[in-house]
Antibody, heavy 121, light 108 residues
Framework: EVQLVESGGGLVQPGGSLRLSCAASGFTFSSYDMHWVRQATGKGLEWVSAIGTAGDTYYPGSVKGRFTISRENAKNSLYLQMNSLRAGDTAVYYC???????????????WGQGTTVTVSS | EIVLTQSPATLSLSPGERATLSCRASQSVSSYLAWYQQKPGQAPRLLIYDASNRATGIPARFSGSGSGTDFTLTISSLEPEDFAVYYCQQRSNWPRDTFGQGTKLEIK
């Protein structure tokens, strides 16, 4: 079964750090681009970061310089290191697999169940 | 940044009716648009990619159309399990995707 399982969420104070993990199974993890997407309670989806199969990384301006995405193919794992956390980072964080061909990427076809990050004093 | 605007914010319909959801982009995204369904407490599910292609396992009652800046998700005859929130996502600036704010499809 193709599956993504996130872990590492929790309560952290403003300015603190947290590392999220996403364990992949049922597919060849190293062959897929991967993303982190977050969703604040009652709000929409926000793309947080992406990593390509070659390890190239991408971020929106809202988290650039604070968040770092990485992958460890030997462990079929994706990570998100989050530093200098703010109240506005409070959300459910999902990891997601990108469905791509050799020429284009179509959509995020596999998602984890999400892990909750709460930034509060 | 490409902004996606979905309308209406809420759509109230009955099972068996036809649903039409709209997504408008602030600039052309060609056909690089996807649609997702999200139910409470669940992760999003990919429905449509490249504006009109159904993802694996998605029923034929779901269809997508459009290109450029205007897109539509149509559910031909609503089933009880279709009541959810729907998001569009542009992929023309991959991987710097953006999502619309969502349309809530509720039972009338």
């Amino acid at each position: 079964e193709v599956q993504l399982v996130e872990s590492g969420g929790g309560l952290v104070q403003p300015g603190g750090s947290l590392r999220l993990s996403c364990a992949a199974s049922g597919f060849t993890f190293s062959s897929y681009d991967m993303h982190w997407v977050r969703q604040a309670t009652g709000k929409g989806l926000e793309w947080v970061s992406a990593i390509g199969t070659a390890g190239d990384t991408y971020y929106p301006g809202s988290v650039k310089g604070r968040f770092t995405i990485s992958r460890e193919n030997a462990k079929n794992s994706l990570y998100l290191q989050m530093n200098s956390l703010r109240a506005g980072d409070t959300a459910v964080y999902y990891c997601a697999r990108d469905y791509c061909s050799s020429t284009s990427c179509y959509g995020m076809d596999v998602w984890g169940q999400g892990t909750t990050v709460t930034v509060s004093s | 940044e490409i902004v996606l605007t979905q309308s209406p914010a809420t759509l109230s319909l009955s099972p068996g009716e036809r649903a039409t959801l709209s997504c408008r982009a602030s600039q052309s995204v060609s056909s690089y648009l996807a649609w997702y369904q999200q139910k409470p407490g669940q992760a999003p599910r990919l429905l449509i990619y490249d504006a009109s292609n159904r993802a694996t396992g998605i029923p034929a009652r779901f269809s997508g159309s459009g290109s450029g800046t205007d897109f539509t998700l149509t559910i031909s005859s609503l089933e009880p399990e279709d009541f959810a929130v729907y998001y569009c996502q542009q992929r023309s600036n991959w991987p710097r995707d953006t999502f619309g704010q969502g349309t809530k499809l509720e039972i009338k």
